[in-house]
């Protein structure tokens, strides 16, 4: 990922772009064959189709993303308070995925796990099968 400036910082949402091409093509359709007669039906039903499911898989990977953001800072904060000072700082070296996977383990554990997850270069599954006490999470989507 680039470093974003000012120049460059806008989100261009290409989903939504795509399920709005899908909404026109209905409208179009749906259109032609009320004005015009044309058999357009089938090509209507199918971009509303097309639409929801784009709809869909933006919705989950929106739900996703948030929930990630939601649980960085989760764990940010649940490790300043669990682990001795600066030992919070290795959180940095760890992608997101890894990050989610720690934050199951137990707070006996946390610190351990943290370290060793660092040190091993530990991935997410690595890091789930290496728990002992897990930390339910009744609320993850």
Same mark, same amino acid.
């Given at each position: ?44 039903? !199918? ?86 006490? !897990? ?7």
């Amino acid at each position: 990922m680039s470093e974003q400036t000012y120049r460059h910082h806008t989100h261009h949402p290409v989903l939504t772009y795509v399920t709005g091409l899908f909404a026109a093509v209905a409208l179009a359709a749906m259109v032609e064959q009320q004005f015009r007669g044309r058999e357009t039906r089938d090509l209507a039903i !199918w971009a509303l189709v097309g639409a929801v499911f784009v709809l869909g898989t933006l919705t989950r990977q929106s739900t996703t993303a948030l929930q990630d953001r939601i649980i960085m800072l989760e764990m940010k904060i649940r490790c300043a308070e669990l682990l001795p000072a600066g030992q919070d700082t290795n959180l940095q070296h760890l992608s997101t995925t890894q990050i989610v996977a720690l934050r199951f383990a137990s707070d006996e554990e946390l610190g351990a796990l943290l370290e060793r997850a660092v040190r091993e270069k530990l991935s997410p599954n690595d890091i789930k099968a290496s728990i002992r006490t !897990w930390r339910p999470d009744p609320h993850r989507t």
